[in-house]
């Protein structure tokens, strides 16, 4: 509940009343996470709908002469509501669905079709179109750049939505959207109820030999949560196909359970098997993409992106291949030696790999990354390290909010400040539960606008596993680094600082939204942000000076087989997303294995059998879901922005305001108010090459 300070009279009274329906006065109208019951969404919902499709007639029926200001702010000052249960719905419904999954099937179509019937509205789209091609006639002149930028932005929304289709296309249009949603929906479902039924049972502690008495303790109380009976264990499979376990597990034997019970998930044929969704949602995607002009789905998803175009995207990837596979090779090489010197005859396999490499890790570098974990404290992580690099970067500082509702017990709420100036509420949710999607990510329950008076409302949700009762949270340094990833989003919705909502935060494309949370993860072993956050966590003794030099020297190890089995997933997304003909898709779903095969070997990313990939087609969220589909690439785009400005910040300052105050400014602040590409050259000042990112993975 919301403690009596932080509601008013009226809001009490209120109390049964559903709270989605008016804007909570919370600070930045934090939702009211405690009074919000399932049954509150659908007429929400509904009643949003209504009045913005009232407030887009009114805008479209105007008799007025269109203007930028009767036309597009009027529409982002509308939906106000809709936008409202949107957002908190998602933000439910990915961190804690509890009584959602039948929400999670039925609002999606009902939004794709709210906002297509908006987006091919003709008198709307009479008005948006020649406002367009007036301002664009006379080069946008009197216009500022982020109102320039938000009407060009809104007309090609218009056109990628069926605008200027007949009227016939729209309802095809119509229709095969309505489709991908739905079955983009119950895709997500499907993998996290299968990834949750796939769970490896283990009768045995000596089974787990390996891993910490902390894991070993957590497994226990997780199999007992589960109803299993005591003296039982249950490894938990997280979303990606590499399980973290296996770095550590002892037993061949139950590497390779965990390893086919990952790969094996969502296409055995039980009720959550995807292939016939991923190739249903293939082809429809393929059909929209031609409707609207384009030769496939990944030049429709690509032509807002910086890569402009899937030529663009495989002219990057084509740079990689050769390098990666050859350095996985040699890594490969090496791991098997240490397996066949133990079990002479054997063949490497994935479900070796992080065992044997972790090997040869500590006999390259004299340390084991288990060791690191007694120095990766989670509160530690996040207040010394995430909020000790922000105010050392960027001046702010954190601030526990103990008065505000939360939607589950394990997140935390702080108020950020600039000196004493508020600008955000961000939510920090560490743990993995049944009830949240895999993976970590960063979501908005508010959004910043200028134009709205609103300030925003940030999370970063993540997976790490909860410890048992009384024991501490530990990090392996593959989360460090995922904390830091999904800060540098945070910061970058935290810091926007721009007037209309449709341009603000994150909402901009994927291959530029990658770099600030990628150059974040710089810090996580920068000596000063290792040396505040990095203590041992029973004794607080700093983490010893000569780890830290062998854990940065080791930076680049393991990177042949990091970057095939990236590569690989990126590769999987484009195949998908490239073809077009639909013949030359499976012509069934007992074809999807092959497919994705078949495009592995063509590029040569299946020479080395023990790099998976790190997701397979039918539990590969990124890819069969909206924001991702065909854009996979995103993050090696984005990564060669990374390792350039990295590089340029280490040169002209590191860790420092100056640097801070910069990225700040050209970047952090800016949303989407202009191309992301002028942003990146006014912060380098010059355009970005891709030699920095091979030094940094090592592969020249």
């Known amino acids: 509940r919301v403690m009596a300070s932080a509601t008013t009279g009226k809001e009490q009274e209120g109390w049964t009343e559903?709270?989605?329906?008016?804007?909570s006065t919370l600070p930045c109208a934090f939702p009211h996470f405690d009074r919000i019951r399932p049954e509150h969404f659908l007429p929400a919902l509904e009643q949003g709908m209504r009045d913005e499709l009232a407030e887009v007639h009114t805008i479209a029926e105007s008799a007025e002469e269109p203007t930028f200001d009767n036309v597009i702010v009027a529409l982002e000052r509308s939906g106000a509501l809709r936008t409202r249960v949107e957002h908190t719905f998602n933000v439910l419904v990915q961190a804690h669905n509890k009584g959602l999954e039948d929400l999670e099937l039925k609002l999606p179509p009902l939004l794709s079709a709210h906002k297509d019937a908006i987006h091919t509205l003709p008198a709307l789209w009479r008005r948006v179109d020649a406002l367009y091609q007036k301002r664009k006639l006379d080069g946008f002149a009197g216009m500022d750049g982020e109102s320039a930028r938000l009407l060009e932005i809104t007309w090609k929304y218009f056109v990628r939505s069926g605008a200027q289709l007949n009227e016939a296309d729209q309802r095809q249009l119509k229709s095969i959207n309505t489709e991908i949603v739905s079955l983009e929906a119950a895709f997500a479902q499907h993998l996290k109820k299968e990834r949750?039924?796939?769970?490896?049972?283990?009768?045995?502690?000596?089974?787990?030999?390996?891993?910490?008495?902390s894991q070993i303790a957590a497994a226990a109380q997780a199999a007992a949560e589960a109803g299993h009976p005591t003296g039982t264990y249950l490894l938990a499979i997280v979303n990606t196909t590499p399980q973290p376990v296996l770095t550590q597990l002892r037993s061949r034997a139950l590497r390779h359970r965990v390893m086919d019970a990952s790969e094996a998930r969502n296409r055995s044929g039980g009720p959550h098997d995807t292939r016939a969704s991923v190739l249903r949602i293939a082809r429809l995607r393929l059909r929209k993409a031609r409707m609207l002009g384009f030769r496939h789905y990944v030049d429709y998803a690509t032509q807002m992106q910086m890569a402009r175009n899937g030529d663009n995207v495989s002219a990057l990837l084509s740079k990689l291949y050769t390098p990666a596979v050859a350095r996985a090779h040699a890594e490969a090489t090496e791991n098997e030696s240490?397996?066949?010197?133990?079990?002479?005859?054997?063949?490497l396999t994935a479900a070796d790999w992080d065992f044997y490499s972790s090997q040869t890790l500590q006999t390259r570098y004299g340390f084991a990354e288990e060791q690191l974990s007694d120095y990766f404290e989670l509160r530690r992580v996040?207040?010394?390290g995430l909020f000790f690099t922000a105010e050392r970067l960027y001046g702010i500082t954190f601030r526990e909010r103990t008065d505000l509702p939360k939607y589950h017990p394990d997140i935390t709420i702080y108020e950020v400040f600039d000196h004493d100036v508020s600008l955000a509420l961000f939510v920090h949710d560490p743990f993995a539960r049944p009830t949240k999607s895999g993976g970590a990510w960063m979501d908005e329950a508010v959004g910043q606008s200028r134009l709205l008076g609103r300030r925003p409302v940030i999370l970063n949700v993540l997976n790490a596993p909860k410890p048992a009762d009384g024991r501490p949270a530990l990090l392996t340094l593959d989360l460090v680094f995922t904390a830091f990833h999904e800060f540098g989003h945070a910061l970058h919705g935290i810091f926007?600082?721009?007037?209309?909502?449709?341009?603000?935060g994150t909402a901009l494309c994927s291959d530029f939204v990658e770099f600030p949370s990628q150059?974040?993860?710089?810090?996580?072993?920068?000596?000063?942000?290792?040396?505040?956050?990095?203590?041992?966590h029973a004794t607080g003794e700093p983490i010893p000076a000569d780890l830290v030099d062998k854990?940065?020297?080791?930076?680049?190890?393991?990177?042949?087989?990091?970057?095939?089995?990236?590569l690989a997933a990126t590769v999987i997304d484009q195949a998908w997303h490239v073809v077009q003909d639909e013949k030359d898709l499976p012509a069934d779903e007992s074809g999807v294995v092959a497919f994705e095969r078949a495009a592995l070997d063509a590029r040569g990313l299946s020479a080395v059998p023990a790099v998976p990939p790190r997701y397979h087609s039918v539990y590969f969220l990124h890819s069969f879901q909206p924001d991702y589909a065909g854009c996979y690439y995103s993050y090696i785009w984005a990564e060669v922005l990374d390792a350039c400005a990295s590089e340029y910040m280490l040169a002209h300052g590191g860790l420092c305001?100056?640097?801070g105050d910069r990225l700040r400014a050209c970047v952090l602040s800016r949303g989407n108010s202009a191309d992301p590409n002028s942003f990146f050259r006014e912060f380098l000042g010059s355009d970005f090459t891709i030699e920095p990112l091979l030094r940094k993975r090592g592969l020249i």
């Not at 949750?196 to 008495?213: I, Q």
């Not at 150059?519 to 041992?536: C, F, Q």
Request: proline share 5%; no cysteine; hydrophobic share 40%.
């Open 18 to 23: 559903n709270p989605l329906l008016r804007e």
């Open 196 to 213: 949750n039924a796939s769970s490896v049972l283990v009768h045995t502690r000596e089974e787990l030999d390996g891993l910490s008495d």
């Open 338 to 347: 240490k397996l066949t010197a133990s079990e002479p005859g054997a063949t």
């Open 382 to 384: 996040v207040h010394d």
């Open 496 to 504: 926007s600082d721009v007037r209309f909502p449709s341009t603000a």
């Open 519 to 536: 150059v974040n993860e710089m810090w996580a072993l920068h000596p000063d942000v290792l040396r505040s956050y990095a203590r041992h």
């Open 551 to 566: 854990v940065i020297a080791a930076k680049r190890f393991n990177q042949g087989y990091l970057t095939t089995a990236y």
């Open 657 to 659: 305001r100056a640097m």
